[in-house]
Every structure is written in C-alpha cells, then in structure tokens.
C-alpha cells in the first residue's frame, strides 16, 4: 500500500466513520479497486479507526471529561450510571471479540456482497427510524443501552454501518436524535482501543502485514483529521434529522456493488 492510498483510505474512514455509510464497507470496497491483500485490509482498518476513536475524544473530550471527573467521586450520580450504561453496551461486541473474531476476520477481504447485502440493510435501518415516532426519552435506559449494543456487534459486518445502526437502534427505541448520537460515539471508543491495544501486544501488525509503517501512520494520522470534522458535522445532522438522505446513498451503493461485483 502506498502513501497515497493511504492517504486516500485515511480520508474515507475519517468521513463514513461518523456518517451512516459503514467505514468499513466503504475501505473493502475501496481496497478491492486498489488491489490489497486481506490481511493488509484488516490491520490497516484496525489503524484508521483507532485514528477516528481519538478523533471522537478530541471532539466530545468536554464530555469524556466530565464522565471521568464525576466517575471517580465514587458517587451513584448520572454520569456513573452513563459510563455504566456504555459497559452494558460493549457486552455484546465483547462477545463477539471472544468467541467469533476468526469468523469476523474471514468477512473481510472476502467479497463484496456481503458490503452491498450491509449498505442496503443500513439504508433500511436507517428509514425505519426517520419514521419511527417521536422521540421523547430524555435517558438512555439500561435496557436500551444493551440492546444498542446488539446493533454495534452486528455491525461488525462490512457494510453495516456501525454508526447508523446504533442511531437508528436508539431512535425505533424512542431516545432523543442528540442523546442517542452522542451515546454511540461513546460507546465505540473502548472497543476499538482495546483492540487495537491487544493487536500491538500479540504482534499482529508486524507478523501479519506487509504495509510501510509510512503508509499506517499517514492513514491514521488523515483519518484523525477527517474524522474530528465528520464527528462534528454527524451530531448536527442526526439533531437535524437528516439521515434518510443517507438511506438513499446506501441503496445507490449497495445495488452498485452487487450488480458489479
């Protein structure tokens, strides 16, 4: 992989990382045009979106900061139920991580149908909820927290976007379009660092790859940038409820990529 590709993969993570698109699907497609091995596919996603998680604590760090600050008073407050309730959520993802991460690992690289079959299902997903009823819980329940994390565990699917299934997830449940946004940026970034984390101690991204760590760092380092600007861009959207326009690119893409794979 060169540092242009990188480059250019770092950008698109950075956007649909935040946007309903799927990121994944997205780099699977984009890498399948550019002809990269699977085994490179996934450590370099694995990198990208660890650049897209500290993008999220740049831009939500006054809220990430306030959580830690009221966590460590030892209090049963709002804001240790909150970071509670983001535990619940990474439950199922969890699970999957433990007992199904070679069947994750083997989707990718795979094919592409499996990309247009998500985008189609996130465009569904995402109709579903822009006419769902009217949002009226303040809080995020227990309950909901847990089953929002059902929808990121599916979303290990490339093509399933992980952000449009948890927003969609959260509003067919009744939450309000800015809590729900807020809750599923949140919820991703122990997931994600954990992986990444556990991925450095077992030496994946030196035993099994074969991209310049040039090429890794200018994709982590794009997708950071893109990503602060989507993040911030994605919450103003969700508040204005415009993800039904993102249904529609969904099923553009979706259907292109089963029709041409």
Same mark, same amino acid.
């Given at each position: ?8 993969? *770092? ?18 497609? !984009? ?14 996603? !694995? ?69 247009? *079959? ?5 465009? %569904? ?21 847990? !089953? ?5 565990? %599916? ?14 997830? *959260? ?39 074969? !991209? ?37 690119? %969904? ?11």
């Amino acid at each position: 992989m060169s540092g242009l590709e990188a480059f250019i993969l *770092g950008i698109i993570q950075g956007l649909t990382e935040f946007l309903p698109v799927s990121s994944s699907g997205h780099l699977e497609i !984009i890498n399948v045009l550019f002809g990269n091995k699977s085994a490179d596919n996934l450590t370099f996603t !694995i990198v990208v979106h660890a650049g897209t998680v500290c993008s999220t604590m740049v831009i939500l760090w006054p809220e990430i900061s306030n959580l830690f600050i009221n966590l460590f008073r030892l209090q049963w407050n709002n804001e240790t139920k909150y970071v509670l309730k983001i535990f619940i959520s990474m439950v199922p993802v969890g699970l999957i991580g433990a007992f199904f991460k070679d069947q994750v690992e083997a989707l990718f690289g795979s094919n592409l149908y499996i990309v247009g *079959g998500g985008l189609l299902l996130t465009a %569904c997903l995402l109709t579903f909820s822009y006419y769902a009823r009217p949002r009226t819980k303040q809080e995020i329940s227990f309950k909901n927290a847990f !089953i929002i994390g059902i929808a990121q565990a %599916c979303a290990v699917i490339p093509g399933l976007s992980r952000s449009g299934a948890t927003i969609s997830t *959260g509003l067919l449940l009744g939450n309000k379009k800015e809590t729900v946004a807020q809750f599923s940026f949140l919820m991703v970034l122990v997931p994600i660092l954990g992986e990444t984390f556990l991925d450095i101690l077992k030496g994946d991204f030196a035993g099994t790859a074969t !991209i310049p760590s040039f090429s890794l760092i200018v994709g982590f380092f794009t997708s950071f940038a893109t990503g602060c600007i989507a993040c911030k861009w994605m919450v103003n959207l969700v508040k204005k409820g415009k993800l039904i326009y993102f249904a529609l690119y %969904c099923v553009i893409v979706g259907l292109t990529v089963l029709i041409f794979s």
